[in-house]
């Protein structure tokens, strides 16, 4: 039976002694102290810290044992199967962490001269050029920081191009699914559109009626994910791309999905105008516990011209930065982008070839399906939407009929999950399905891993129908068992930092 | 025997990546699903929409070996910070890691982690992102912060968002001495909601904030004032509590953006009044990468209306539902996007989690102690190289009469150099020189902004000012 490790950890202020010392630093020379003198005569008194800063005191010994701890109560794809549905937690190959840790990338500045930095701008120059082959796009911008600063920038493209035709005090609305990631709307909001949502269809994919009646003069663009949400693939496409195109919108592709789809077929071939790129779930880079990412951004010819400062340019000879560009959006956020994901993105290219990144696609889309198909053959488990089509990267299966029959639902499912050692899928979403359990293995799971899932979670349901006492109590084998999110959020208990738990105390 | 070496040789096309990309694998698993090729799978996708061609990528991909020599080939020309004397910054800068920071920073538990959704097997991330939100409470004397932003620039244009509903106003006022792209990206974040983007001008002299002008400007439309110290252009503002009182009287939010590395030495924000602080924690023990990831700090005073309407992840301490031990989650999750979609505060979902690890992990490692000495090592040194090249004659520095933290100007007006041919010959010489300012700032003249850190010794400083020397001696 899965243990995690349990240190019981006192918070890090709750550790040391005065005194300790963690990290020596290089004392400045004495002739430094000389010329520049006394600082207290430097720094103007109204500035100067009087204070103390209560930090803790702690010996490099004991800050290394503190966060070793805390790691080891943390769960990761190295851990075990992490099948959360829409986030492709597929395995962070190595060698790329090998790689972005080199001097040569950790210890350059972004405004160096371009001749000491070649080689990071030859390999941010040929994957701009890899990502627009495999999305189908004509340019790259590699900027964002993460999927949602790419639907930012996307939905600030549409603003861009509408107001340069003069439109945009008239086309205002951005069409989003009710299937749609949360950071859709959001981002849309964000970029000054109002948000419309379009119902999915009964076989969980665009109601070309409803489509069709939502689109008008107002309409800005459409934000869809093919796959959608619920791991189908928007069989009517071409149509959709039609309606929107002929009503005057721009189609976004948000690209939490592409990943069943290298090699296969392209959101540029599909009729997209506008494509973000999810690089920390597509190209293996690790999340992190929740970033960096990067979310680099593909448009179409027209659009390139609004794209973010600065593009990177080759003569033949060399690679530069252009920030010549008077149409430019401006700037997403400082410098160029994160690197050292994208760095990794590109090892990964390099590593899986368009031969291996189509074997990716179809092993994700294989182990996807087969999962289905043993999940909802387990008694309390149902299929919604339509129960003969193959999914792609992910499958949605509910838990309605055992909740409605036993009490325990998705949420209980996946914290029981926890004990046997999995982490849980996705749960509650998307939200047009019931007690949602949003299944991604990826690729990169082994057959016998999936098949312990489906055992576990058959287990699991049967646990529900005989005992269900050990399901809704669960978790028992992780560090914590089932937390107080309440008291985490009320005003009155709520603790976001050490000094308010002092303060409150 | 022989079993194993058919095996092996079925094994040849497997990818080590894809466990069941062994075709016996897929084929059983097929056979299970009820089909036999695996394009039925893509039978659902319109014929025009699949791909017929091959990807115009290297077909095939290279071992590992390959991979490693191919990428270490094209970044060997590569000059870095611990080889060429480096003296950039605006943003991003060099400091030391040290070697305990990237130890637990590759740690695959936190670095293949997804977001703490499930709060009981993820203890370790949520505790140790607490532990970040905590000392930078300390260090900017606020009570709450949030778990990360992407950068500096981008949490000045969620702040100003923040400030403008807090307020229920549109208008932020911000220092003309401001990074451009700062400034480019908070235009690029206001825009779209109708925030009008004012700035404050600078005394001449000395470069600090012009508090008659600030007089002027800010009005009964005001949401919020920004200022930051230091300064971009590395000059510490002092007349901070004046600020403070001028924007408090008009009810107007006082943020002000910091590079956290100062404030073991420099007062604090959260001590003169600041509601917002925000600024660049990548000097707290996350490598330059060539300018990202970064990571954003926000924090924010003990008030429900700030911290209802920041963005981003919050972890908060609590308790296991049977009240047996403390435990964290993440908190308010109303204010974000997977629940409150097109009403969030912000569309934030993946942030810089990990580089708030690397930090967390940074200050629990230099104490209070460490950090008065980084602040102090930084100014020192700084100081001193500003010391150095004010003696060069026909260098003017600092442009701005002022007490400087790691940042100054030079002006090589005088020279008649301009800042591209001072780095062109600096680099012949080995040395990277300071951010060519005369675009920017015209107002300038031919002026650099030098960066001096703690990793900066003596000699290099010294390298610095005699290269300035021979260069302008040669004109």
């Known amino acids: ?505 | 025997m022989s079993k194993s070496r058919a095996v092996k040789r079925l094994n040849k096309n497997a990818h080590p990546y894809i466990p069941n990309s062994v075709p016996e694998i897929k084929e059983e698993m097929m056979r299970e699903i009820g089909i036999t090729q695996i394009d039925q799978l893509f039978r659902d996708i319109p014929k025009r929409c699949l791909l017929k061609k091959k990807l115009n990528l290297p077909e095939h991909g290279l071992s590992e070996y390959e991979v490693r020599k191919h990428v270490e080939n094209l970044l060997s020309n590569t000059k870095t910070c611990s080889n060429m004397p480096l003296f950039l910054g605006a943003g991003c800068w060099p400091h030391y890691v040290p070697a305990v920071v990237e130890e637990i920073s590759r740690r695959s538990e936190f670095l293949t982690s997804y977001t703490p959704y499930q709060p009981e097997i993820s203890q370790g991330i949520l505790q140790t992102l607490f532990e970040y939100q905590s000392m930078i409470c300390e260090l900017t004397a606020m009570m709450v912060a949030n778990c990360s932003m992407y950068d500096w620039a981008t949490t000045l244009g969620e702040a100003a968002r923040m400030a403008a509903r807090v307020r229920g106003k549109n208008e932020i006022l911000v220092p003309e001495i401001i990074h451009p792209e700062r400034a480019s990206t908070l235009k690029v974040y206001t825009d779209p909601a109708g925030i009008k983007v004012k700035k404050i001008g600078y005394e001449k002299e000395t470069g600090q904030l012009n508090l008659n002008d600030l007089k002027d400007k800010i009005s009964e439309k005001t949401a919020a004032v920004y200022i930051e110290n230091p300064s971009y252009l590395g000059f510490l503002e002092t007349e901070v509590e004046e600020v403070a009182k001028q924007a408090h009287a008009k009810n107007t939010l006082f943020m002000v953006g910091v590079d956290p590395t100062s404030l073991g030495v420099i007062k604090p924000p959260g001590e003169y009044g600041a509601d917002i602080v925000i600024g660049e924690a990548q000097p707290l023990g996350s490598p330059m990468n060539f300018g990202g990831p970064l990571l954003g700090l926000m924090a924010c005073r003990d008030d429900m209306t700030l911290i209802r309407q920041m963005p981003g992840r919050i972890i908060g301490l609590t308790t296991t539902q049977d009240n047996s031990r403390q435990a964290f989650c993440m908190t308010m999750q109303t204010r974000e996007q997977h629940i409150r979609r097109e009403r969030a505060t912000s569309n934030i979902c993946t942030n810089e989690a990990l580089c708030a690890v690397t930090s967390a992990v940074y200050m629990a490692l230099l104490g209070p102690e460490g950090f008065r000495e980084l602040g102090e090592a930084i100014i020192y040194k700084a100081n001193y190289a500003l010391n150095l090249l004010s003696k060069i004659p026909k260098v003017k520095t600092p442009v701005f009469k002022a007490t400087h933290f790691k940042e100054f100007t030079a002006n090589f007006d005088e020279a008649d150099l301009t800042v591209k041919e001072v780095n062109k010959r600096l680099l012949e010489r080995g040395i990277q020189g300071g951010k060519d300012l005369s675009k920017e700032y015209p107002e300038l003249g031919q002026t650099g902004l030098f960066c001096v850190t703690e990793i900066h010794s003596q000699n290099e400083i010294q390298r610095l000012a005699t290269a300035l020397r021979e260069i302008v001696g040669e004109r």
């Not at chain 1, 010994?61 to 701890?69: D, Q």
């Not at chain 1, 840790?101 to 390999?123: C, F, K, N, R, W």
């Not at chain 1, 849309?188 to 969980?204: K, Q, W």
């Not at chain 1, 198909?373 to 309390?380: M, Y």
Request: hydrophobic share 40%; proline share 6%; glycine share 8%.
């Open chain 1, 1 to 505: 039976m899965f243990r995690q490790a349990n240190w019981n950890e006192p918070v890090v202020f709750e550790l040391g002694r005065s005194g300790r010392r963690g990290h020596l630093l290089p004392n400045p020379e004495d002739e430094i102290k000389k010329v520049v003198g006394d600082l207290d005569k430097l720094i103007p008194n109204s500035i100067r810290r009087t204070s103390t800063i209560s930090l803790p005191e702690l010996s490099e010994v004991e800050v290394n044992r503190h966060y070793f701890r805390l790691s080891e109560m943390n769960y990761g794809v190295d851990s075990g199967l992490y099948p959360l549905g829409s986030c492709t937690m597929k395995y962070n190959p190595k060698i790329n962490e090998s790689l972005a840790a080199l001097p040569s990338l950790g210890m350059i500045h972004p405004y160096q001269d371009e001749e000491t930095v070649q080689g990071i701008l030859e390999i941010l120059y040929t994957l701009e050029r890899w990502l627009s082959e495999i999305t189908g796009m004509y340019e790259v911008c590699l900027q964002p920081a993460a999927g949602a600063q790419g639907e930012l920038l996307g939905t600030l493209l549409m603003h861009a191009c509408l107001k340069a035709n003069g439109q945009c005090d008239q086309r205002t609305e951005v069409l989003i699914p009710d299937s749609a990631h949360g950071t859709n709307p959001a981002s849309a909001a964000m970029a000054g559109f109002n948000v419309v949502v379009l119902p999915s269809g009964n076989d969980g994919c665009i109601d070309i009626e409803a489509l069709k009646s939502a689109v008008s003069s107002k309409t800005a663009g459409l934000m869809l994910t093919n796959p959608n949400t619920l791991g189908l693939f928007e069989k009517d496409i071409v149509e959709i791309a039609k309606i929107v195109h002929e009503a005057g919108g721009l189609l976004y592709y948000d690209g939490a999905n592409l990943n069943p789809l290298l090699g296969k077929a392209r959101p540029g071939d599909m009729g997209f105008d506008i494509v973000h790129i999810n690089i920390h779930k597509t190209f293996s880079t690790p999340h992190g516990g929740g970033g960096p990412g990067a979310g680099p951004v593909g448009v179409i010819k027209e659009l390139a011209k609004f794209l973010p400062v600065p593009t990177i340019a080759h003569d033949g000879n060399a690679y530069r930065l252009d920030y010549d560009k008077p149409n430019s959006i401006g700037k997403m956020k400082g410098f160029f982008g994160n690197t050292a994901v994208l760095l990794r993105a590109y090892a990964y290219i390099l590593t899986m070839g368009a031969e291996g990144l189509r074997e990716a696609a179809e092993v994700s889309v294989l182990n996807a399906n087969y999962l289905m198909e043993r999940l909802r053959k387990i008694k309390g488990l149902t299929l919604p939407y339509d129960s003969v089509k193959p999914r792609k990267h992910e499958c949605v299966i509910s838990a309605k009929p055992l909740r409605d029959q036993t009490g325990v639902s998705a949420l209980n499912i996946a914290k029981r999950l926890l004990d046997y050692g999995f982490h849980a899928p996705t749960v509650y979403f998307p939200l047009i399905v019931d007690e949602a359990l949003m299944v991604e293995p990826t690729e990169t799971a082994d057959r016998e891993e999936m098949d312990r899932f489906a055992d576990t979670v058959a287990k699991i349901c049967d646990e529900a129908y005989t005992n269900p006492d050990i399901v809704l109590k669960a978790p028992q084998n992780t560090a914590v068992s089932r937390l107080d999110e309440v008291k985490a959020s009320h005003p009155k208990t709520m603790t976001l930092s050490w000094r308010m738990h002092l303060a409150k105390k």
